[in-house]
C-alpha cells in the first residue's frame, strides 16, 4: 500500500510563504510515477477539497480559482515526491493539507500538514 507523508506546514502571517512536501514511504517503488497526483485541503467545516493537480509527468496542471497565481505545485517522480509552493499566504488558507492521488481512487490518507496562517 502507499503510505503518504506530507511535511512542511506551520504557523504564517498574512503574505508570507510556505513549501510543502509529499512523500511516499513504504514499498511503493516509483508509483507516483505513473498517476496524477494533487494536493488538498480540509478546513474546520469538514471539507476536503482539491487546489491544485498535476498531471503523471508534471507537464499539465490545474488549480482551484481561490489560490490561482499564488500556488504552484510540481514534482519529482525519480524522488516520489510532490510539492507544493505557497506564496502570498492569506488567513482563508488555513487549513490541513493533504497529498493524494487526483482524477482516480483515492489511496489511503496520510496525517497531514497544518498550515495556519494569522497574525
Known amino acids: 500500500q502507499v503510505q503518504l507523508v506530507e511535511s512542511g506546514g506551520g504557523v504564517v502571517q498574512p503574505g508570507g510563504s510556505l513549501r510543502l512536501s509529499c512523500a511516499a514511504s513504504g514499498a511503493s517503488g516509483s508509483i507516483f510515477s505513473f498517476n496524477p497526483m494533487g494536493w488538498y485541503r480540509q478546513t474546520p467545516g469538514k471539507q476536503r477539497l482539491l487546489v491544485a493537480g498535476?498531471?503523471?509527468?508534471?507537464?499539465?496542471?490545474n488549480y482551484a480559482d481561490s489560490v490561482k497565481g499564488r500556488f504552484t505545485i510540481s514534482r519529482d517522480n525519480a524522488k516520489n515526491a510532490v510539492y507544493l509552493q505557497m506564496n502570498s499566504l492569506k488567513p482563508e488558507d488555513t487549513a490541513v493539507y493533504y497529498c493524494n492521488r487526483d482524477s482516480r481512487p483515492p489511496w489511503d490518507w496520510g496525517q497531514g500538514t497544518q498550515v495556519t496562517v494569522s497574525s
Open positions: 498535476i498531471s503523471s509527468g508534471g507537464g499539465n496542471t
